[in-house]
């Protein structure tokens, strides 16, 4: 009888464990989304009765806190919200889920100066350019956005030869707290990652000319062991009940799609 006891104790002590680790999501994500996520995923997560682990981390670029940087080295995942170019190279090398792809969000590029410094004016592709020349140090972010202020932005404003020495990129942490410590004069990055952070003042979007949009999506990891709650959460995520959230944190909306629920007995090869 004891024994019998023992081993019922043992088989519900493990349908248990199942279940808590079934409602476990652990989500990678890039920095321009979030700020909507901290206000979205703890939503979600009373909804449904998951607990959720976040590991933020850049899309692209060397640092070995990347997003594929993590991945490439068996870090496990659920779903990655990422840059969306950035995440179809994740496609191609089969680290994610055919099909769970879900397009999240738009981000254009803005600037933010100092706290307290005098206001510049960036509204115009002439203002722009003369903040440029004007600032005494100009710093860009090491991802989509940055890449698009050295290599094309100047280039496009004919000052590529001016920005060269005063113009940095800044790696893994946000331009904004560098500008707000008195590092650089004027930084540009995502407006997503501009807002949240304290001790500077937006200056405003690029002008529509030179405006760089990035897109943000999501996509179930091919490893992942919950991949039904992995699409019901990026289906959540990209629903028009959440937009207006999306919207206040400095984002753009995009139409309304879903991904269908990927069978569990699936599994992928890649290691």
């Known amino acids: ?51 959720i682990k976040t590991i933020s981390g850049p899309s692209m670029g060397s640092t070995p806190q990347a997003i594929p940087a993590r991945l490439a080295r068996g870090e496990p995942a ?21 099909g769970s792809r879900v ?5 254009p590029v803005g600037a933010v100066i100092k706290k307290g410094d005098a206001p ?16 005494r140090s100009v710093a860009y972010s090491d991802s989509a956005s940055g890449r698009y202020v050295s290599t094309r932005l100047f280039k496009t404003l004919g000052i590529d030869k001016q920005m060269q020495g005063k113009a940095h990129q800044v790696a893994r942490i946000p331009v904004a707290s560098q500008v707000a410590d008195g590092k650089y004069a004027l930084g540009f990055q995502q407006v997503s990652e501009l807002l949240p952070v304290p001790g500077v003042t937006f200056v405003g979007e690029l002008p529509a000319s030179v405006q760089y949009i990035t897109r943000f999506a999501g996509a179930v990891v091919a ?18 009940a959440v937009q207006q959230v999306v919207r206040s944190t400095g984002l753009h909306s995009v139409a309304p799609q879903t991904v269908a629920a990927q069978p569990v007995k699936q599994r992928s090869t890649v290691q």
Request: net charge negative.
């Open 1 to 51: 009888m004891k024994i019998h006891q023992a081993l019922s104790a043992l088989v519900i002590a493990a349908v248990c464990s199942a279940g808590a680790q079934a409602k476990e999501l652990t989500v990678m994500i890039s920095g321009g989304f979030k700020a909507a996520w901290e206000t979205l995923a703890p939503r979600f997560a009373a909804q449904e009765g998951y607990s």
């Open 78 to 98: 659920d779903v990655v919200i990422m840059v969306g170019d950035a995440l179809g190279d994740l496609e191609q090398q089969g680290r994610i889920l055919p």
């Open 103 to 107: 397009e999240l969000a738009d981000s």
């Open 120 to 135: 510049v004016n960036i509204d115009s592709v002439a203002a722009l350019r003369a903040a440029l020349l004007n600032a």
């Open 223 to 240: 490893t992942s062991a919950h991949r039904h709650e992995a699409s019901d959460l990026l289906n959540y995520l990209a629903s028009p």
